[in-house]
């Protein structure tokens, strides 16, 4: 597990420090700045910029990754101070990673505030109201001329279900386009060989914990999908055995009952292997 904070000496004077020869290293270090009852334990993305009674707060999901932990939006002005934990315990049981907690900076330095609109050439500033007006007026166009299939959406994979929903609603049934997708270019995951479609998780990521054996093909959620890898620890510690099968270590890999290193690109072979393996098991 990471290197966390410990009590040092004992009664009165016992202070919170780090362990010695370790420094405090660990991927969920915000959730002690959130969690220290008296101020003491600061962040510096946020420390001495706000006061909490200038913030204006809205409840929000990260969308840092597939997990999608409830956050809440803090906000001074029009700047986005910092991200706190909302607790939804189906989701992310009260955490935060630090990747998503101070992942947001993009948001108050790249965030599009004006509409540009190519007039002559030239890209010229725009207000949202001739912006979505332009949009509507050239999709109109295209569809009265070629048909609404002649028009596709390719949403950002940095949304929030929600808004894939929307935005796969607006494609389907207000445009009337099934063309439809959210991602361009290489799938890392492993694929269904019949559907081609990518496997995904078929369980509540709360089921996560109660699971006895849990088998992570071509996946790193240390990595990539932080919270449940706390979910996946919080199982091993109720018993659960961690099977690896991945082409690149893991920080899993030192806790696995068994690790399988197979080729880059592999994962699709090694399943249909392992689905096999198991069918072939379970026939009389
Ligand atoms: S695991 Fe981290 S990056 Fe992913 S949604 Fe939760 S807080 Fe955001």
Redesign the pocket.
């Known amino acids: 597990m990471d290197n966390g904070l410990v009590m040092i000496s004992r009664g009165y004077k016992m202070e919170v420090g780090t362990a010695p020869d370790h420094a405090f290293d660990s991927i969920f270090s915000g959730n002690t700045v959130e969690m220290c009852p008296v101020g003491a334990l600061t962040a510096t993305a946020y420390r001495f910029k706000a006061r909490p009674w200038e913030l204006k707060r809205t409840p929000s ?9 409830n ?1 809440r939006v803090d906000v001074r002005v029009d700047k986005v101070m910092r ?1 706190m934990s909302r607790t939804n315990d189906e ?2 049981d009260g ?7 101070w ?1 947001f900076d993009f948001v108050n330095s790249q965030r599009l505030r004006t509409p540009l609109i190519r007039r002559n050439g030239q890209l010229v500033a725009a207000t949202w109201d001739e912006a979505f007006y332009m949009i509507a007026a050239r999709l109109r166009d295209i569809i009265s001329k070629h048909g609404a299939r002649a028009v596709g959406g390719i949403g950002s994979t940095r949304t929030t279900n929600e808004e894939a929903y929307l935005f796969q609603k607006l494609l389907r049934e207000v445009i009337g386009t099934p063309n439809v997708d959210h991602h361009h270019g290489y799938f890392p995951g492993p694929r269904d060989p019949l559907t081609g479609k990518p496997w995904m998780m078929t369980n509540s990521i709360a089921e996560i914990e109660k699971a006895s054996h849990i088998v992570l093909i071509a996946a790193d959620p240390y990595e990539r ?4 890898d706390l979910r996946i620890k919080k199982a091993m510690r109720s018993g659960a055995r961690i099977y690896i099968v991945n082409a690149r270590e893991t920080e899993l890999d030192r806790f696995a009952a068994q690790k399988i290193t197979i080729p880059q690109h592999g994962a699709g072979a090694a399943v249909k292997v392992l689905l096999d393996s198991v069918v072939g098991q379970e026939k009389p």
Do not use: K, Y
């Open positions: 999901v990260c969308n840092n990754c597939s997990v999608g932990c956050v991200l989701v992310d955490w935060l990673c630090d990747r998503g907690r992942g999908q932080p919270i449940l």
